[in-house]
């Protein structure tokens, strides 16, 4: 059984404010600790970073040596461009050509970044780009500025020969009360019309399950087209996104994703998208591990035991309810 590449997003290992608690309930963390206190836990050999908020110019070569000392790599790197005044009503897609060409810079700036150290992943979350009020904006001109943007970016990446694959990651709402593009299905129509090899998908499940979706059923709609090239691990009730560790809501639903990844031969990394308001963050990651960890070995007993034939015949549904519980209780 080939170990689980598991990466975590250092946003999440420091004080979180919240909207009713905005000075949050922890204390600040540096950026370079959050690194180390990454690197001391076993099976988490990557992180995810936004620039110029956690990496930037003046403190790279630190991180950089973090990195080694703790023989840690980074990940994904994305630009921020939804944490400035600028950015409050959109990104790629603002109406402004000023607030357009800041965000593209940005993304172009995390390219550059990402290339000094060899990053796969770059993401592209939409976050301001949408509406709050009804008719507030105008959709049809929001994608055509935001594949405009893409386009530029992906022209950029092959122009200095970059090999980062760069990532839609759709959210459904908040911060905006609508994100453009926010199903699966809806970023994935997008990456398809931009059609570069290295223009894809970044599946955030807790995202997923907010837009009320099928995860078994997105995933294998991105992987028809070939176009999973990342994911971030977290769970929710399904009404806001908790960004919980995966499975401690639902575990049945964190085996059939990993199931539906085995299947479709996923090699690439398992983000953690973690938000430990309250509680403590290295548990949090730890907790997260194991129980990613345990859900893919609950895949490889119901592969041993015969789940194939019976999801291929699709009929046998209290059947496979069985074979999953009994799988869960006999797996250690």
Known sequence: MKALKISMGIWGNTNLPDRFNTNGFGEFVPVLDRIRQVGQIEGIRGIELHLPTEINEENAYEVEKVLKDHDLRIVQLCGHTWTEKQYKFGALADSS??????ATDRVKAALDMGARFNVP???????T???DFPLQSDYLALYQRYVDAVREILAYLHKNKYTTKVCIEPKPFE???HIMMGTTA????VVNEVNDPNFGINLDIGHSLIANENVEDQLSLIFRYRKLYHTHFNDNDQQCDL???PGTVNFIRL????????????????????FPYRDDPRKFIELSRDNLRLAQRVVE?????GLKPMRTAGTFGTEVAVLVRDCIRKTR
């Open 97 to 102: 050509k000023k607030i357009r060409r800041a």
């Open 121 to 127: 992943i770059s993401v592209l979350w939409p976050a």
């Open 129 to 131: 780009d949408g509406n």
């Open 175 to 177: 911060p905006r009360g």
């Open 186 to 189: 809806q970023a994935l129509c």
């Open 243 to 245: 960004d919980l560790p």
């Open 255 to 274: 085996v059939s994703i990993l199931y539906v990844l085995d299947q479709a031969r996923y090699d690439g990394w398992f983000g953690l998208d973690l």
């Open 301 to 305: 007993r119901l592969k041993a035991e």
